[in-house]
């Protein structure tokens, strides 16, 4: 394959007309599952540090939007994404901008840990000192009830009344937001067209990996 033919991230989002999906999910009681914790991480929460942990995602199940991720899909992209973690890359930011890219000065948390517990994809969170990161930890100490949302680019198909996410989704990290009273009001589709699409959402090197594991995978 020639790489260098490949058309760019940008090239395949105008062409096929992604949208940036947004979930929701909620945190454990408290922002921390306490037996999610090793010695370690409960030792580095009692010195002011904070974990956060809880279901980052969901397959196969109708969520408060109506859509559905099918397994096999949210599986690729979840090993994808654990490139990110393994080199200290999986951030995220507060509340979802209304783009495609990761900003650093607004980054917030960490993703450290992903695991699947049936359909369920759960994860630890390490709160950054930064910034934003110090207004994540005020707010969870202050008991403000937070999630965890998803932000990914993909297209959707309608399907006997449920929206299925389709073989295009690209996973791009985990933000955490505010839930609404009603949680349709916040998790929007932006058009492709109304959100800005970075050449530096994910390096050379993370590109390569997953054109590999496409290809393995056919």
């Given at each position: 394959?020639?790489?260098?033919?490949?058309?760019?991230?940008?090239?395949?989002?105008?062409?096929?007309?992604?949208?940036?999906?947004?979930?929701?999910?909620?945190l454990c009681e408290g922002?921390?599952?306490?037996?999610?914790?090793?010695?370690?991480?409960?030792?580095?929460?009692?010195?002011?540090?904070?974990?956060?942990?809880?279901?980052?995602?969901?397959?196969?199940?109708?969520?408060?939007?109506?859509?559905?991720?099918?397994?096999?899909?949210?599986?690729?992209?979840?090993?994808?994404?654990?490139?990110?973690?393994?080199?200290?890359?999986?951030?995220?930011?507060?509340?979802?901008?209304?783009?495609?890219?990761?900003?650093?000065?607004?980054?917030?948390?960490?993703?450290?840990?992903?695991?699947?517990?049936?359909?369920?994809?759960?994860?630890?969170?390490?709160?950054?000192?930064?910034?934003?990161?110090?207004?994540?930890?005020?707010?969870?100490?202050?008991?403000?009830?937070?999630?965890?949302?998803?932000?990914?680019?993909?297209?959707?198909?309608?399907?006997?009344?449920?929206?299925?996410?389709?073989?295009?989704?690209?996973?791009?990290?985990?933000?955490?937001?505010?839930?609404?009273?009603?949680?349709?009001?916040?998790?929007?589709?932006?058009?492709?067209?109304?959100?800005?699409?970075?050449?530096?959402?994910?390096?050379?090197?993370?590109?390569?990996?997953?054109?590999?594991?496409?290809?393995?995978?056919?």
């Amino acid at each position: 394959m020639d790489v260098t033919t490949c058309p760019t991230l940008q090239e395949r989002v105008l062409t096929m007309g992604k949208v940036l999906l947004r979930e929701y999910y909620e945190l454990c009681e408290g922002g921390v599952c306490q037996d999610l914790l090793t010695e370690a991480e409960k030792k580095y929460v009692a010195n002011g540090g904070m974990i956060l942990s809880g279901k980052l995602q969901e397959a196969e199940v109708q969520n408060g939007n109506g859509r559905v991720y099918p397994r096999k899909i949210l599986e690729r992209e979840m090993k994808n994404y654990m490139m990110l973690v393994k080199d200290n890359r999986a951030l995220g930011e507060l509340d979802h901008p209304d783009d495609s890219i990761i900003n650093l000065k607004n980054a917030s948390h960490m993703v450290t840990e992903c695991w699947w517990d049936g359909n369920n994809v759960m994860g630890k969170v390490k709160v950054l000192n930064t910034p934003s990161g110090k207004i994540l930890q005020q707010l969870v100490s202050d008991g403000v009830k937070l999630g965890i949302s998803s932000r990914a680019l993909g297209t959707v198909n309608e399907s006997d009344g449920k929206t299925m996410v389709q073989e295009d989704l690209q996973l791009i990290c985990f933000d955490f937001v505010s839930e609404p009273s009603t949680p349709n009001a916040y998790m929007a589709l932006k058009e492709a067209k109304d959100i800005r699409i970075g050449e530096n959402i994910f390096d050379k090197k993370y590109k390569l990996n997953r054109m590999l594991n496409e290809i393995l995978e056919d």
